[in-house]
């Protein structure tokens, strides 16, 4: 195949893939090897709009895998993680969100005794609760394994994430004394489709941008 019948995203792919592989000593030849034996997935995955990042991951990690030891690979995938701060933040949002609505819909379905949350209610959850992980991340786990001295202050960061979740539990207080008008409670079964929404849409921008997860310690300390 013509790489220059190849989309920008994949023709970008194969260049990172091929400058690693160098980088790691492979032959010309032997590059031509691996290249020739991935092409033909890439250009029936390219048919259906999928692009190679999709499905054989970050390039430099895929590449790592004829060269390097597992080990290695999995500390590449984690280096190669999406720490956008905006693209965490949704992604743990969305998480809060999709799981309590999940959660709270069967539960109903149930119980109708079951206490539920109002749209409103549930939107305020999941941003605080978002914002709370990432905080968690930014302070905490993004520094484990450093020096003490590249280490924020411990007691202000626990400071800082103290104040972040008392304004999110009295957002989600004040939240729920509003009117139905504003804060309408939703039927089991549409907390249900919503919860599945926000979880299925999470997964895609997870898939596509390669989101680092804000609740990864292990991933955070390796980034």
């Known amino acids: 195949m013509n790489l220059h019948q190849l989309t920008n995203k994949n023709q970008e792919f194969i260049h990172i893939a091929t400058k690693q592989l160098i980088q790691d000593g492979k032959s010309d030849a032997e590059i031509k090897e691996i290249l020739e034996g991935i092409l033909p997935s890439i250009e029936e995955n390219q048919k259906n709009g999928i692009p190679a990042r999709s499905f054989l991951g970050a390039p430099t990690t895929w590449a790592a895998q004829f060269t390097q030891s597992p080990e290695q690979i999995k500390e590449a995938a984690a280096a190669n993680k999406n720490t956008n701060p905006w693209l965490m933040w949704a992604d743990s949002s969305l998480f809060w969100f999709g799981l309590l609505g999940l959660i709270t819909g069967i539960l109903s379905l149930t119980n109708s005794n079951y206490p539920s949350y109002g749209l409103l209610s549930l ?20 520094h484990i394994g450093k020096e003490k001295s590249q ?57 596509k941008y390669n989101i680092l997860s804000a609740m990864s310690a292990q991933a955070a300390r390796k980034a």
């Open 123 to 142: 939107i305020v959850i999941g941003l605080g609760g978002g914002a709370i992980l990432y905080a968690t991340y930014y302070f905490v786990y993004r």
């Open 151 to 207: 280490r924020p202050n411990m007691w202000k960061s626990i400071a800082i994430l103290a104040a972040l979740m008392i304004v999110w539990l009295a957002l989600f207080s004040a939240s729920s004394f509003l009117p139905a008008a504003i804060n309408p409670l939703l039927p089991p079964l549409v907390l249900v489709i919503i919860g599945a929404i926000a979880l299925a849409i999470r997964y895609y921008l997870k898939k």
